[in-house]
């Protein structure tokens, strides 16, 4: 009896130890990192390149398929020689001596009723942490496969200014996933359709390290004024306004703002009790046009702010009314190629009196 016993005890032992260690076994298999992750399309969305860090990579990539796509050629099969890893939710593919980055294409139900998004003017707002000005922006795609965007700077509710820019589109569809590229010689911009219908369209656009998602409001197709054209000529690579001596300048300098500024500047006796600073940033492009605008109000300790609003719009006035002479900024010392700069003016107000301006 003891005999069978102790037998009986020992095939329960193996019989624990062998389904314990076939449940190891079985989390071991599945908690591993599956090489790329699997899933229904398997396609990635070209995000930017090491050559140009922040412009888009107009590519998909078909993992199953072992093929490039791009949004503006064929498909073509990946090289032997390239190789394809993955870094967290990132594929990446060294080919060419360069490195491709791709975001995974979110799982979302097959988009259809393309017509929708010309059938429709796509509205937008956007308004940035301790920034005053709300953009509006219109998207407008039309049939022949442009778009155009009219931006309009609004300052509480009144509108100060708009600015529009025309750029051509494609729509790119494989396994489910649906691209959309906003592109022009210069550069690509390109995002997943996740939804699209009638009043609604979300595009997770990858243009950048950090990636955004835009819901657009839908409403009815009118046409759309096309006011003060600007476009950047290097929108993946604009230059900082610190790079002074290759940055844009204005002509005649410094000396030359404080004088346009002396003249028409409005004081109001109404503004008195309104002390600190107020910065407006822009772009000035190759062409040595200005948009792009930004505004930030800070008291004397450089804290938010809200200056009265004449204050604001009569300097917003003055720049895109009277500041009309800027020269481009250019590559470097060695490249005189005309480029694309931030630059910004700070003002400084003492008991509503413009009292001096920074550059």
């Known amino acids: 009896m003891i005999f069978l016993i102790n037998q009986m005890s020992s095939l329960i032992r193996k019989s624990i ?39 888009s ?35 990446l593919i060294e080919r060419d001596a360069d490195t491709l980055y791709f975001k995974k294409a979110k799982e979302v ?81 390109q995002g997943q359709i996740t939804t699209l219908e009638q009043d609604k369209l979300i595009v ?12 657009f409001i839908g409403y009815e197709n009118k046409s759309i004024n096309l006011d003060n054209p600007f476009q950047t000529c290097y929108e ?17 300098g410094l000396r030359k703002i404080k004088e346009i500024f002396a003249e028409q500047y409005k004081y109001s006796s109404e503004t008195k009790n ?13 062409e040595g046009q200005i948009g792009r605008f930004s505004i930030m109000e800070t008291d004397d300790n450089y804290q938010p702010y809200l200056f009265d609003r004449e204050i604001v719009k009569n300097l917003f006035f003055i720049i895109t009314k009277y500041l009309k002479d800027w020269t481009p900024g250019v590559v470097d010392k060695d490249n005189s190629t005309q480029f694309d700069y931030y630059k910004h003016l700070t003002f400084k107000i003492k008991e509503g009196k413009l009292i001096d301006i920074l550059p």
Do not use: M
């Not at 190891?24 to 930017?48: A, E």
């Not at 064929?74 to 090289?79: E, G, I, P, R, T």
């Not at 003017?121 to 022949?144: A, G, P, R, V």
């Open 57 to 91: 990579n107009p590519y998909l990539y078909d993992y199953n398929d072992s093929i490039i796509i791009s949004v503006f050629n064929q498909a073509q099969k990946l090289s032997d020689s390239s190789q394809v890893f993955t870094r967290d939710s990132v594929l």
């Open 236 to 252: 993946s690579s604009i230059g900082q306004y610190f790079y002074y001596e290759l940055g844009a300048k204005y002509n005649g």
């Open 274 to 286: 309104q002390d600190g600073y107020i910065r407006i940033r822009f772009v000035v492009n190759c």
């Open 109 to 189: 139900k097959p988009i259809n009723y393309f017509h929708y998004l010309t059938d429709k003017n796509w509205l937008i707002k956007e308004k940035n942490e301790n920034e005053s000005l709300i953009k509006e922006k219109i998207y407008q795609f039309k049939k022949d496969s442009t778009v155009n965007i009219l931006t309009k700077y609004k300052l509480d509710n009144s509108i100060l200014y708009s600015e529009s820019e025309a750029y051509n589109y494609k729509i790119v569809s494989r396994s489910d996933v649906t691209i959309l590229a906003i592109f022009n010689d210069y550069f690509v911009i």
């Open 17 to 55: 130890l062998y389904r314990l260690g076939f449940i190891v076994l079985f989390i071991n298999l599945c908690s591993c990192d599956l090489y790329p992750p699997q899933n229904k399309n398997n396609i990635w969305i070209g995000q930017f390149t090491n050559k140009v860090y922040k412009i």
């Open 204 to 215: 997770d656009f990858v243009n950048n390290i950090l990636p955004k998602t835009y819901e």
